[in-house]
């Protein structure tokens, strides 16, 4: 295990909340769906429940978000980091009655891993198996998932996609006795939460996600996870980066941000920096605004741009206030599917062309086989810093597309933890874009100056 065995606290002085892991074997065996159920389960009995994701995901926060009506925010040792980890779980255990965590993959996949963050903070994992296709086998992988690591806090087990009470004995009978059975979950249509290329459909494009969320909920009441997990002591921690950020950093600065169904990848914790920091946050659509509202940065998240090209190509007002917006030199930070709306020009999956916004000299195509997946940090050598303040920001990539831009690159990412190279950043005009998402309290000095009003280049 790459980092420290527990927090560096003394015992006595936490703050105790059940809390649980949603795990599993692999992705795709329904920790998402399993995660949401019980948050809206023990939403519905009028407990405020907290719900972390491990990783660096966008997608299932949103679905995790409306099904427990609080913000989602990452948990990652690395990108976050142990300390950010730690503030995170202690600030929700003090105003929640439960927490739940949505781990990554397989439980023991990435480093970190779910396992990871299961140990660290010594909180039971709940492993959700798939076991539509399986019988006895079912012991064998709780057996496998439970054993694995020896020091590994383990709840039990639920069985995913299981409809016959015969195939739910077939699978208690096989399962040791000490194991608990928490039951099972049927495979049913009008749960399960329908996908593409990057994830999961988003919350918001969902018009029955309420319905489904409450019908899963439902199906919680059958099973033995009604009943409010063990308590796990959660501690304070000191000395954390966010610590010492100054509430009027970026006081008198209006940040743009643009949200819709085409950009509504960005992390919860982005935007509480940036508050935290005295920002003023404005959001506004690609898709239906006429133009970007009064402020001093733009902000343009990742997404899907390349579901919604024909109406953004379309919306020349508002694509013409970003251009008068640039040639102002107002600062302009981009990510991903928000860098390829700055581009000249975008291809969907049907080998459909679209103008964007023109900002930035190159084109990009989107592909059905993945570019990019991982975990890196990229340093920014292009602003001042003081000698002990460092010029790395960690982040994340995830795309389907590959672009051809017209710039030589002024940085390049690092993959973690392999070390192998990653994505390009580029800076044009008074602009910074990458493929890569920022995880801005990784570097709070750094972020504020590249959400500086005052920064040009």
């Given at each position: 295990?790459?980092?420290?065995?527990?927090?560096?606290?003394?015992?006595?002085t936490?703050?105790?909340?059940?809390?649980?892991?949603i795990?599993?074997?692999?992705?795709?065996?329904?920790?998402?769906?399993?995660?949401?159920?019980?948050a809206?389960?023990?939403?519905?009995?009028?407990?405020?429940?907290?719900?972390?994701?491990?990783?660096?995901?966008?997608?299932?926060?949103?679905?995790?978000?409306?099904a427990s009506?609080?913000l989602?925010?990452?948990?990652?040792?690395?990108?976050?980091?142990?300390?950010?980890?730690q503030?995170?779980?202690?600030?929700?255990?003090?105003?929640?009655?439960?927490?739940?965590?949505?781990?990554v993959?397989?439980?023991?996949?990435?480093?970190?891993?779910?396992?990871?963050?299961?140990?660290?903070?010594?909180?039971?994992?709940?492993?959700?198996?798939?076991?539509?296709?399986?019988?006895?086998?079912?012991?064998?992988?709780?057996?496998?998932?439970?054993?694995?690591?020896?020091?590994?806090?383990?709840?039990?087990v639920?069985?995913?996609?299981?409809n016959?009470?015969r195939?739910?004995?077939?699978?208690?009978t096989?399962?040791?006795?000490e194991?608990?059975f928490?039951g099972?979950?049927?495979?049913?249509?009008?749960?399960?939460?329908?996908?593409?290329h990057?994830?999961?459909?988003?919350?918001?494009?969902?018009?029955?996600?309420?319905?489904?969320?409450?019908?899963?909920?439902?199906?919680?009441?059958?099973t033995?996870l009604?009943?409010?997990?063990?308590?796990?002591?959660?501690?304070?921690?000191?000395?954390?980066?966010?610590?010492?950020?100054?509430?009027t950093?970026?006081?008198?600065?209006?940040?743009a941000?643009?949200k819709?169904?085409?950009?509504?990848?960005?992390?919860?914790?982005?935007?509480?920096?940036?508050?935290?920091?005295?920002?003023?946050?404005?959001?506004?659509?690609?898709?239906?605004?006429?133009?970007?509202?009064?402020?001093?940065?733009?902000?343009l998240?990742?997404?899907?741009?390349?579901?919604?090209?024909?109406?953004?190509s379309?919306?020349?007002?508002?694509?013409?206030?970003?251009?008068?917006?640039?040639?102002?030199?107002?600062?302009?930070?981009?990510?991903?599917?928000?860098m390829?709306?700055?581009?000249?020009?975008?291809?969907?999956?049907e080998?459909?062309?679209?103008?964007?916004?023109?900002?930035?000299p190159?084109?990009a195509?989107?592909?059905?086989?993945?570019?990019?997946?991982?975990?890196?940090s990229?340093?920014?050598?292009?602003?001042n810093?003081?000698?002990?303040?460092?010029?790395?920001m960690?982040?994340?990539?995830f795309?389907?597309?590959?672009?051809?831009?017209?710039?030589?690159?002024?940085?390049?990412?690092?993959?973690?933890?392999?070390?192998?190279?990653?994505?390009?950043?580029?800076?044009?005009?008074?602009?910074?874009?990458?493929?890569?998402?920022?995880?801005?309290?990784?570097?709070?000095?750094?972020?504020?100056?590249?959400?500086?009003?005052?920064?040009?280049?």
């Amino acid at each position: 295990m790459p980092f420290t065995d527990k927090p560096k606290n003394q015992t006595g002085t936490g703050v105790l909340c059940p809390a649980l892991i949603i795990s599993a074997p692999s992705s795709g065996s329904g920790k998402t769906t399993i995660t949401a159920a019980l948050a809206r389960y023990h939403r519905n009995r009028g407990r405020k429940v907290t719900v972390f994701k491990v990783g660096p995901d966008f997608i299932d926060p949103m679905i995790l978000r409306q099904a427990s009506g609080e913000l989602v925010y990452q948990l990652d040792l690395w990108l976050v980091g142990e300390q950010g980890c730690q503030e995170l779980l202690y600030r929700a255990a003090l105003t929640s009655d439960l927490i739940l965590i949505e781990g990554v993959m397989g439980l023991f996949d990435g480093t970190p891993s779910s396992a990871d963050i299961a140990e660290y903070f010594n909180i039971p994992v709940l492993a959700v198996i798939d076991a539509s296709a399986m019988a006895q086998t079912f012991a064998a992988v709780t057996y496998g998932l439970a054993k694995h690591r020896p020091n590994l806090p383990f709840s039990g087990v639920i069985a995913n996609r299981v409809n016959s009470q015969r195939h739910e004995e077939l699978l208690v009978t096989s399962l040791a006795s000490e194991f608990k059975f928490y039951g099972r979950i049927p495979k049913e249509a009008a749960i399960t939460l329908p996908e593409r290329h990057l994830g999961l459909v988003q919350a918001q494009e969902l018009a029955d996600i309420d319905q489904q969320l409450d019908h899963a909920a439902d199906l919680i009441a059958e099973t033995a996870l009604t009943k409010l997990t063990a308590e796990v002591e959660f501690f304070p921690t000191i000395n954390t980066s966010l610590a010492t950020l100054s509430d009027t950093a970026l006081a008198d600065t209006r940040i743009a941000i643009i949200k819709d169904k085409a950009f509504s990848f960005i992390y919860a914790a982005n935007i509480a920096f940036l508050k935290q920091a005295g920002a003023e946050i404005i959001y506004c659509s690609a898709l239906t605004d006429v133009g970007l509202p009064e402020a001093d940065v733009l902000y343009l998240p990742g997404g899907y741009p390349e579901l919604y090209a024909q109406s953004l190509s379309e919306n020349i007002t508002f694509i013409q206030s970003i251009k008068n917006f640039a040639a102002a030199n107002k600062p302009i930070v981009a990510e991903c599917g928000g860098m390829l709306y700055l581009l000249d020009e975008l291809t969907n999956l049907e080998d459909q062309s679209f103008k964007m916004a023109g900002l930035i000299p190159g084109s990009a195509v989107m592909q059905k086989k993945l570019a990019a997946i991982g975990s890196q940090s990229v340093e920014l050598p292009i602003f001042n810093l003081d000698e002990n303040e460092s010029t790395i920001m960690r982040g994340h990539s995830f795309h389907y597309s590959s672009a051809n831009i017209a710039l030589t690159p002024i940085s390049q990412t690092i993959h973690h933890p392999s070390e192998r190279l990653g994505e390009f950043v580029y800076q044009h005009g008074n602009i910074i874009a990458s493929y890569m998402h920022w995880y801005l309290p990784s570097n709070p000095e750094l972020a504020v100056k590249l959400f500086n009003k005052n920064r040009r280049f």
